[in-house]
């Protein structure tokens, strides 16, 4: 890309720094420095004001990236991610936002630990809650660097590398310093400005082809060299009976995995009742469903106007589709449009990495603290003592998540959020559905359902095509590839239910019929709610 496309883009990018460090700033000198400052934004956010910052959190790079790079590379069968991120929001409207709000504090452990054993159950809960936040961490680092490689013309891998650093020390900042507060108004501002940036483009695409879609899907098709293919399912996942599985693996995981992600979790607490958790759930229907909408018009866009060989050859996995659009509809490599559109474009990309990396950080610096280090070191952390703790683990995962996005920095994003969803849905789900449903559900079940579905889960992810066996595997030169699925949600997640029933069955604790009332009545009234 020429200087000028560098120079607008690094600046407008800066200028969101600046931006949401200045509000980091504020609210850091605004704050009491309480667990429930920390964790929940002080319980003070409107229902309007936590769906922005919900949909912020879950429109990340997979979602304006990742997904539209796969449509404009697979058609139809890349449009599936779409639809399963957006139908896994009726799970959680229905199953999960208001029960979770009457019944938690601050994180997954806080529902599970209400009836329960609380050391076991919080410490499996936590590790789990970790687990799944450092594997939504590393997609969101993989989309940064693929911007930056973009941006700098593919020349430089020490530019790449040092730009996922530089985003996991701006994701410290923003944890350590601002807690909650800050990381919701972050995302609010990063909603509005990602959406802002998908209608603009989408309008862009439905003018180039003056609203005619029959036009732009056979314009995509004819430019895939697939022909017809390209708009049928079977391109990515129907080849053989192994890939078909692996579509319904996706789709399993993609629908119930969201009900089960930490940082999506923890935003029901930052309202102040049962009834604005829900409300927040409907205003971030109708924004991500909105969006989602417009990634389907951008894939098949990039598809028709920039080409899935042009695609491929900027980033193999595609990440890159959304911002050669923009360069593109603006005019060009050499326009002063297509320059300044693309700079947009990627800073908007920028700003969308930065606020989804500083919510999951939260959830999982808090799941250290208010779960793991409560539990192993003290009976009952001092709140402020917990805090610090949770400002230094923000470090500590930080450095892990690094690490691991600088290998797997040539994965789809999108690839990647589908695996953190499987470990999700596998060992979150099940022990959650449990908890506030089944009443004869024990602490022995909660602990073998969060293990039972969390070691099957990253056990056939080592096994699978993606760590080895194939020249796209992280590890392309040695082979000890067992399972064939590259997502494992359709073995592991049936897994953690067997599990959780099993250790309910074998176990010789009788159920806590009494707690299970109590959570029942807490759950549906919401008397006792925090």
């Given at each position: 890309m020429s200087g000028h496309h560098q120079t607008l883009a690094l600046l407008l990018f800066?200028?969101?720094v600046a931006v949401t460090l200045a509000i980091t700033t504020w609210v850091s000198r605004n704050r009491h420095g309480s667990a429930?400052?920390?964790y929940a934004g002080g319980r003070l956010f409107s229902p309007m004001e936590n769906g922005f910052a919900l949909s912020g959190d879950y429109m990340s790079a997979a979602s304006f990236l990742g997904v539209t790079g796969l449509i404009a590379l697979y058609g139809y069968d890349g449009l599936l991610y779409a639809v399963g991120f957006l139908v896994a929001w009726l799970v959680v409207l229905f199953l999960v936002a208001e029960l979770v709000r009457n019944c938690g504090r601050f994180t997954l452990a806080d529902v599970v630990a209400a009836r329960m054993g609380e050391r076991p159950v919080r410490i499996a809960a936590g590790t789990s809650s970790v687990v799944v936040s450092v594997l939504y961490l590393v997609a969101q680092m993989v989309g940064a660097g693929s911007l930056v490689s973009l941006l700098l013309g593919g020349t430089s891998g020490a530019a790449r590398n040092w730009t996922v650093i530089g985003v996991g020390a701006l994701m410290v900042i923003y944890v350590s310093m601002g807690g909650m507060r800050a990381t919701t108004w972050i995302q609010i501002v990063k909603a509005v400005l990602l959406i802002g940036g998908a209608i603009t483009l989408t309008?862009?695409?439905?003018?180039?082809?003056?609203?005619?879609?029959?036009?732009?899907?056979?314009t995509a098709a004819r430019r895939s060299g697939h022909g017809t293919a390209f708009l049928a399912p079977g391109l990515k996942y129907g080849g053989d009976w192994t890939a078909r599985f692996d579509f319904m693996s996706l789709g399993l995981a993609l629908v119930l995995g969201t009900a089960g992600l930490p940082h999506i979790l923890s935003r029901f607490y930052t309202v102040p009742t049962a009834r604005a958790a829900r409300r927040s759930v409907l205003w971030s229907i109708g924004l991500i469903g909105g969006f989602y909408l417009m990634t389907i018009v951008l894939g098949f866009?990039?598809?028709?106007?920039?080409?899935?060989?042009?695609?491929r050859g900027s980033n193999a996995a595609g990440n890159t589709a959304v911002p050669l659009l923009a360069l593109d509809l603006g005019g060009g490599a050499a326009?002063?449009?297509g320059t300044v559109l693309f700079a947009i474009v990627a800073a908007i990309a920028f700003a969308t990495i930065l606020a989804v990396v500083a919510g999951v950080?939260?959830?999982?610096?808090a799941a250290v603290a208010h779960d793991l280090y409560a539990s192993l070191r003290r009976r009952h952390a001092k709140p402020r003592g917990e805090v610090a703790v949770a400002r230094g683990a923000?470090?500590?995962?930080?450095?892990?998540?690094?690490a691991l996005s600088l290998l797997a920095r040539d994965l789809n994003v999108a690839f990647l959020v589908g695996l953190a969803f499987a470990v999700a849905a596998s060992a979150n789900l099940p022990v959650l559905l449990y908890s506030l449903f089944w009443r004869s559900f024990t602490t022995r079940g909660a602990v073998w359902a969060v293990y039972g579905g969390l070691v099957p889960a990253l056990l056939l992810v080592l096994l699978s095509p993606v760590v080895s066996g194939s020249p796209e595997s992280l590890f392309p030169g040695v082979d000890f590839q067992y399972f064939p699925l590259q997502n494992p949600g359709l073995v592991s997640i049936p897994l953690g239910f067997?599990?959780?029933?099993?250790?309910?069955?074998?176990?010789a604790e009788p159920p806590d019929e009494a707690k299970h009332a109590e959570l029942e009545v807490r759950a549906l009234t919401g008397a006792g709610a925090v």
């Open positions: 800066s200028a969101f429930e400052e920390f309008v862009l695409v439905l003018v180039r082809f003056h609203g005619d879609i029959d036009e732009l899907l056979r866009g990039a598809a028709a106007v920039v080409g899935p060989e042009a695609v326009s002063t449009g950080t939260l959830a999982s610096s923000s470090v500590g995962i930080g450095v892990i998540a690094i067997v599990a959780g029933w099993l250790g309910t069955v074998t176990s």
